[in-house]
C-alpha cells in the first residue's frame, strides 16, 4: 500500500516516521517539546503496535476534545491546540533539520 500523496510505501514511510520519533520528533528547542517524551524507546515493531486498546474517556474527562463539525482545522486550531495545526504530509522532506 502506498501513501497517496507522494506514492511512498507505507512500510517505508512509518520506518521514516519511527527513526524520527525515536531520534526525539521536533526540534528540541520548540515550545511544544517540553510536553512530549524525549523519543520513542520501543523497537520498530512496537511502533507498528496498534493491538494495544485505550480508553479515550480519560483523556476527554480531562479535556473534552470531541466536535463535530465542518471545519476541522479551524476547530482544532481554536479549541484543542495551541498553535496553527495542518498535516502537511505530501512534503517531500518532511523532517528537514533546521540549523537552529
Known amino acids: ?17 519511527y527513526e524520527h520519533v ?4 521536533r526540534v528540541p528547542s ?6 512530549w517524551p524525549k523519543g520513542f524507546e520501543g523497537t520498530f515493531e512496537e511502533y507498528i503496535d496498534f493491538s494495544v486498546r485505550l480508553d479515550p474517556l480519560n483523556w476527554l474527562d480531562k479535556k ?6 465542518r471545519w476541522v ?12 495545526f495542518h498535516p502537511k504530509m505530501e512534503w517531500p522532506d518532511r523532517f528537514h533539520k533546521f540549523p537552529f
Do not use: R, S
Open 30 to 35: 520548540h515550545p511544544l517539546k517540553k510536553y
Open 22 to 25: 525515536k531520534k526525539g520528533g
Open 1 to 17: 500500500m502506498k501513501e497517496p500523496l507522494t506514492g511512498v510505501m507505507l512500510v517505508d514511510w512509518l520506518k521514516e516516521t
Open 64 to 69: 473534552p476534545l470531541m466536535y463535530k463539525t
Open 73 to 84: 482545522n479551524a476547530v482544532i486550531f481554536t479549541q484543542c491546540l495551541p498553535y496553527n
